[in-house]
């Protein structure tokens, strides 16, 4: 998201729906539009799309890491 550090987010909840099998050896379009930022948090929609047709939709809900979890090694 063009900040430095990089900004860390994990996943609190997933869901994805196929709708229909996704064809092999086509072009595959992945179009996500952001739906939410409040806070730490976003949520992101997405679809999947072969041939003109929506193949596969979700929406996942990110969190932000807190500064805490992003440094290596051991708490002291």
Known sequence: MGTD????????????????????????EIRGRVKEVKGRKVVVSATLSAEGEVHTR???VAVQ????????????
Do not use: C, D, I, N
């Not at 860390?8 to 729906?17: I, K, M, N, P």
């Not at 805490?68 to 051991?74: A, D, I, Q, R």
């Open 5 to 28: 550090p990089p900004l860390r987010f994990v996943t609190a909840s997933l869901q994805v729906e196929y709708l229909r099998p996704t064809p092999l050896g086509v072009p595959l």
């Open 58 to 60: 979700g929406q996942v």
């Open 65 to 76: 890491m807190p500064a805490h979890m992003m440094t290596k090694g051991t708490p002291t």
